[in-house]
């Protein structure tokens, strides 16, 4: 074991090389994320399993009394300086491979399996008023079609 002659603390240490740290930025949020869903496994019985980068950034698995229901997490961290809005939420971009597609498109696009799926979209950035209402659980009565016509579900 060596030594230098100023030690420091390990909380002041800073890293010696910066390549790991870049790379890890954009997943610290969403590692973060996860792990607060393999908290949630401790209160809800219904929570069985959580997937990390598998088929989206999160895949979680619920067993309902009606069977299996599958959850594609959709995590957004360090994205851009703004709220999120329809418009934000509906815009193309261009990959690599020049197909355009919205995050909504590339979130929906995984409901191909035999279970029932439901769709979220974790955010560090907060949202605009017209997206407020899919802030609110699943089963909130405000997200349920209601007397004015209008119609909220998941």
């Known amino acids: 074991m060596t030594t ?8 002041d240490l800073s890293p010696s090389e910066l390549g790991g740290f870049e790379a890890r930025k954009g997943f610290a949020f969403q590692d973060h994320v996860a792990a607060g869903f393999c908290l949630d496994m401790l209160d809800d019985v219904t929570l069985i399993e959580v997937w990390c980068e598998t088929l989206d950034d999160i895949t979680l698995i619920f067993y309902m009394i009606d069977g299996t229901c599958v959850e594609f997490v959709q995590v957004k961290g360090t994205e851009f300086n703004q709220m999120w809005t329809v418009a934000r939420v509906c815009h193309r971009e261009t990959k690599g491979n020049g197909i355009s597609k919205c995050i909504l498109e590339r979130s929906l696009a995984q409901d191909r399996c035999l279970e029932r799926c439901r769709f979220r979209m974790v955010t560090a950035r907060p949202v605009k008023d017209e997206l407020k209402v899919l802030t609110l659980p699943y089963n909130a009565p405000d997200r349920i079609k209601g007397d004015t016509g209008t119609f909220f579900t998941y």
């Open 4 to 11: 230098s002659s100023v030690a420091q603390s390990i909380y």
